[in-house]
Protein backbone atom coordinates (compact mmCIF):
# COMPACT_ATOMS: atom_id res chain seq x y z
CA UNK A 1 0.00 0.00 0.00
CA UNK A 2 1.30 3.41 -0.65
CA UNK A 3 1.67 5.60 2.00
CA UNK A 4 2.61 9.46 1.75
CA UNK A 5 3.65 11.41 4.88
CA UNK A 6 4.15 15.04 4.82
CA UNK A 7 5.56 17.02 7.37
CA UNK A 8 7.64 20.28 8.08
CA UNK A 9 4.51 22.76 7.82
CA UNK A 10 4.13 25.63 10.49
CA UNK A 11 3.49 29.39 11.19
CA UNK A 12 5.03 32.04 9.09
CA UNK A 13 5.41 35.04 8.57
CA UNK A 14 4.47 37.14 4.95
CA UNK A 15 7.76 36.88 3.24
CA UNK A 16 9.25 34.14 4.80
CA UNK A 17 10.08 30.83 3.87
CA UNK A 18 9.91 27.12 5.04
CA UNK A 19 10.36 23.77 3.47
CA UNK A 20 7.76 21.18 3.14
CA UNK A 21 8.96 17.20 3.07
CA UNK A 22 6.76 14.42 1.90
CA UNK A 23 8.55 10.34 2.54
CA UNK A 24 6.86 7.94 0.51
CA UNK A 25 6.49 4.48 0.90
CA UNK A 26 5.04 1.34 -1.12
CA UNK A 27 5.82 2.67 -4.19
CA UNK A 28 9.56 2.97 -6.47
CA UNK A 29 9.95 6.21 -5.20
CA UNK A 30 12.36 6.76 -8.31
CA UNK A 31 9.81 5.60 -11.01
CA UNK A 32 6.98 8.14 -9.65
CA UNK A 33 5.81 11.61 -10.73
CA UNK A 34 4.76 13.20 -7.64
CA UNK A 35 2.48 16.52 -7.32
CA UNK A 36 1.76 18.83 -4.75
CA UNK A 37 -1.79 19.88 -4.38
CA UNK A 38 -2.88 22.36 -1.73
CA UNK A 39 -6.66 23.20 0.44
CA UNK A 40 -6.68 26.74 1.64
CA UNK A 41 -9.24 26.62 4.67
CA UNK A 42 -12.83 25.87 3.64
CA UNK A 43 -11.93 25.82 -0.17
CA UNK A 44 -11.29 24.00 -2.80
CA UNK A 45 -8.54 22.24 -4.62
CA UNK A 46 -5.60 24.02 -5.88
CA UNK A 47 -2.33 22.07 -8.12
CA UNK A 48 0.28 23.77 -6.80
CA UNK A 49 3.27 21.85 -9.17
CA UNK A 50 4.72 18.45 -10.37
CA UNK A 51 8.19 16.52 -10.62
CA UNK A 52 8.38 14.13 -12.91
CA UNK A 53 10.93 10.74 -12.50
CA UNK A 54 14.76 11.33 -13.40
CA UNK A 55 14.05 8.44 -15.90
CA UNK A 56 11.02 11.06 -17.83
CA UNK A 57 13.80 13.89 -17.24
CA UNK A 58 13.30 14.97 -13.85
CA UNK A 59 11.69 18.17 -15.24
CA UNK A 60 9.18 20.33 -12.99
CA UNK A 61 6.06 22.44 -13.68
CA UNK A 62 4.31 24.87 -11.54
CA UNK A 63 1.00 26.61 -11.06
CA UNK A 64 1.00 30.50 -12.51
CA UNK A 65 -0.25 31.96 -8.60
CA UNK A 66 3.40 29.90 -7.27
CA UNK A 67 5.85 30.13 -10.31
CA UNK A 68 9.15 31.84 -9.18
CA UNK A 69 8.67 31.34 -5.83
CA UNK A 70 8.06 27.14 -4.91
CA UNK A 71 10.57 25.04 -6.01
CA UNK A 72 9.50 20.98 -6.07
CA UNK A 73 12.73 18.88 -6.13
CA UNK A 74 13.46 15.07 -4.84
CA UNK A 75 15.67 12.71 -3.00
CA UNK A 76 14.95 9.49 -4.45
CA UNK A 77 17.88 7.78 -2.22
CA UNK A 78 15.38 8.79 0.65
CA UNK A 79 11.97 8.49 -0.80
CA UNK A 80 11.18 12.00 -0.18
CA UNK A 81 9.81 14.68 -1.90
CA UNK A 82 10.63 18.07 -1.10
CA UNK A 83 8.11 21.65 -1.48
CA UNK A 84 10.30 24.80 -0.59
CA UNK A 85 8.34 27.39 -0.13
CA UNK A 86 9.92 31.17 -0.63
CA UNK A 87 8.27 34.68 -0.37
CA UNK A 88 4.89 33.39 1.53
CA UNK A 89 1.89 35.50 0.61
CA UNK A 90 -0.98 35.31 3.37
CA UNK A 91 -2.62 33.64 0.25
CA UNK A 92 -0.18 30.72 0.48
CA UNK A 93 -1.89 29.53 3.96
CA UNK A 94 -3.51 25.95 3.20
CA UNK A 95 -3.10 22.49 3.81
CA UNK A 96 -0.55 21.37 1.64
CA UNK A 97 -0.97 17.30 0.05
CA UNK A 98 1.67 15.45 -1.63
CA UNK A 99 0.06 12.89 -4.44
CA UNK A 100 1.54 10.44 -6.43
CA UNK A 101 0.54 10.78 -10.00
CA UNK A 102 0.00 7.24 -11.98
CA UNK A 103 -0.29 6.14 -15.52
CA UNK A 104 -2.76 4.31 -17.41
CA UNK A 105 -2.98 3.04 -21.12
CA UNK A 106 -5.67 2.26 -23.09
CA UNK A 107 -5.93 2.06 -26.95
CA UNK A 108 -2.23 2.50 -26.77
CA UNK A 109 -1.90 6.00 -25.26
CA UNK A 110 -0.92 6.76 -21.80
CA UNK A 111 -2.29 9.32 -19.18
CA UNK A 112 -1.32 10.79 -15.85
CA UNK A 113 -3.70 11.02 -13.15
CA UNK A 114 -3.48 12.34 -9.33
CA UNK A 115 -3.44 9.10 -7.55
CA UNK A 116 -2.83 8.56 -3.89
CA UNK A 117 -2.75 11.56 -1.54
CA UNK A 118 -1.02 12.25 1.49
CA UNK A 119 -3.04 13.36 4.82
CA UNK A 120 -1.42 16.57 4.24
CA UNK A 121 0.48 19.21 6.45
CA UNK A 122 -0.59 22.72 7.50
CA UNK A 123 0.93 25.65 6.53
CA UNK A 124 -0.24 29.11 8.03
CA UNK A 125 1.55 32.47 6.73
CA UNK A 126 0.11 35.42 9.24
CA UNK A 127 2.13 38.39 10.93
CA UNK B 1 -12.97 31.50 -10.48
CA UNK B 2 -11.86 27.80 -10.98
CA UNK B 3 -11.23 26.77 -14.54
CA UNK B 4 -14.25 23.87 -14.30
CA UNK B 5 -17.37 24.88 -12.76
CA UNK B 6 -19.02 22.52 -11.03
CA UNK B 7 -22.43 23.18 -9.00
CA UNK B 8 -21.54 24.47 -5.51
CA UNK B 9 -24.13 22.01 -3.78
CA UNK B 10 -26.15 18.98 -4.61
CA UNK B 11 -28.46 16.93 -2.89
CA UNK B 12 -30.67 13.69 -2.62
CA UNK B 13 -32.43 11.29 -0.80
CA UNK B 14 -31.14 7.62 0.54
CA UNK B 15 -31.54 5.15 -2.65
CA UNK B 16 -31.94 8.34 -5.57
CA UNK B 17 -29.43 9.07 -8.35
CA UNK B 18 -27.57 12.04 -8.38
CA UNK B 19 -25.33 13.88 -10.86
CA UNK B 20 -22.74 16.15 -10.38
CA UNK B 21 -21.51 18.15 -13.51
CA UNK B 22 -18.16 19.62 -14.41
CA UNK B 23 -17.49 21.76 -17.34
CA UNK B 24 -14.87 23.47 -19.22
CA UNK B 25 -12.91 23.99 -22.33
CA UNK B 26 -11.29 22.40 -25.63
CA UNK B 27 -8.13 23.30 -23.61
CA UNK B 28 -8.96 20.66 -20.76
CA UNK B 29 -11.97 18.48 -20.90
CA UNK B 30 -12.32 18.71 -24.71
CA UNK B 31 -9.44 16.68 -25.50
CA UNK B 32 -8.09 15.42 -21.88
CA UNK B 33 -9.44 12.69 -19.10
CA UNK B 34 -11.42 13.71 -16.83
CA UNK B 35 -10.65 12.32 -13.07
CA UNK B 36 -13.47 12.68 -10.20
CA UNK B 37 -12.33 12.55 -6.78
CA UNK B 38 -14.27 12.37 -3.29
CA UNK B 39 -13.13 14.52 0.03
CA UNK B 40 -15.56 13.07 2.87
CA UNK B 41 -15.41 15.64 5.72
CA UNK B 42 -11.60 16.13 7.59
CA UNK B 43 -9.98 13.87 5.42
CA UNK B 44 -7.98 14.02 2.38
CA UNK B 45 -9.50 13.47 -0.96
CA UNK B 46 -9.31 9.89 -2.34
CA UNK B 47 -9.41 8.99 -6.33
CA UNK B 48 -13.27 8.33 -7.39
CA UNK B 49 -13.10 7.76 -11.14
CA UNK B 50 -10.14 7.86 -13.74
CA UNK B 51 -10.01 7.94 -17.17
CA UNK B 52 -13.34 9.63 -17.42
CA UNK B 53 -15.51 6.82 -16.64
CA UNK B 54 -12.77 3.35 -14.99
CA UNK B 55 -13.34 2.62 -11.42
CA UNK B 56 -10.52 2.46 -8.98
CA UNK B 57 -10.78 -1.20 -7.20
CA UNK B 58 -12.61 -0.73 -4.05
CA UNK B 59 -14.69 1.90 -5.69
CA UNK B 60 -18.64 0.71 -5.77
CA UNK B 61 -20.20 0.44 -9.69
CA UNK B 62 -22.67 2.80 -7.69
CA UNK B 63 -20.31 5.87 -8.85
CA UNK B 64 -20.05 6.28 -12.63
CA UNK B 65 -18.21 8.64 -14.72
CA UNK B 66 -19.34 10.39 -18.23
CA UNK B 67 -17.60 13.01 -20.73
CA UNK B 68 -19.25 14.29 -23.85
CA UNK B 69 -17.32 17.56 -25.67
CA UNK B 70 -16.06 19.82 -23.03
CA UNK B 71 -18.61 18.58 -20.18
CA UNK B 72 -18.37 15.95 -17.96
CA UNK B 73 -20.67 14.18 -15.01
CA UNK B 74 -20.39 11.80 -12.13
CA UNK B 75 -23.09 9.94 -11.15
CA UNK B 76 -23.63 8.25 -7.55
CA UNK B 77 -26.87 5.90 -7.99
CA UNK B 78 -28.12 4.22 -4.55
CA UNK B 79 -27.60 7.05 -2.62
CA UNK B 80 -26.20 6.53 0.82
CA UNK B 81 -25.45 8.85 4.03
CA UNK B 82 -21.81 7.89 4.03
CA UNK B 83 -22.04 9.29 -0.04
CA UNK B 84 -22.34 12.93 2.03
CA UNK B 85 -19.04 14.66 0.84
CA UNK B 86 -17.59 17.24 -1.00
CA UNK B 87 -16.87 15.65 -4.78
CA UNK B 88 -14.08 17.69 -7.37
CA UNK B 89 -13.42 17.25 -11.26
CA UNK B 90 -10.08 17.72 -12.48
CA UNK B 91 -8.27 17.28 -15.35
CA UNK B 92 -5.23 18.30 -17.45
CA UNK B 93 -4.74 21.91 -19.19
CA UNK B 94 -2.93 22.06 -22.27
CA UNK B 95 -3.15 25.65 -22.65
CA UNK B 96 -2.11 26.51 -18.75
CA UNK B 97 0.05 23.01 -18.59
CA UNK B 98 -1.26 22.47 -15.45
CA UNK B 99 -3.66 20.16 -13.14
CA UNK B 100 -7.20 22.37 -12.99
CA UNK B 101 -10.07 21.35 -10.49
CA UNK B 102 -13.61 22.18 -10.21
CA UNK B 103 -14.42 24.21 -7.52
CA UNK B 104 -15.93 21.02 -6.12
CA UNK B 105 -19.87 20.35 -5.16
CA UNK B 106 -20.69 19.36 -1.36
CA UNK B 107 -23.16 16.69 -1.56
CA UNK B 108 -25.87 16.26 0.89
CA UNK B 109 -28.32 13.20 2.02
CA UNK B 110 -31.19 14.17 3.18
Known amino acids: EVQLVESGGGLVEPGGSLRLSCAAS????????MSWVRQAPGKGLEWVGR??????????GYAAPVKGRFTISRDDSKNTLYLQLNSLETEDSALYYC??????????????????WGEGTTVTVSS | QSVLTQPPSASGTPGQRVTVSCSGS????????VYWYQQLPGTAPKLLIY???QRPSGVPDRFSGSKSGTSASLAISGLRSEDEADYYC???????????FGGGTKLTVL
Open chain 1, 99 to 116: TTEGRFCTGGLCAEYIDV
Open chain 1, 26 to 33: GLTFSHAW
Open chain 1, 51 to 60: IKSKTDGGTT
Open chain 2, 26 to 33: SSNIGRNY
Open chain 2, 51 to 53: GNN
Open chain 2, 90 to 100: AVWDDRLSAWV
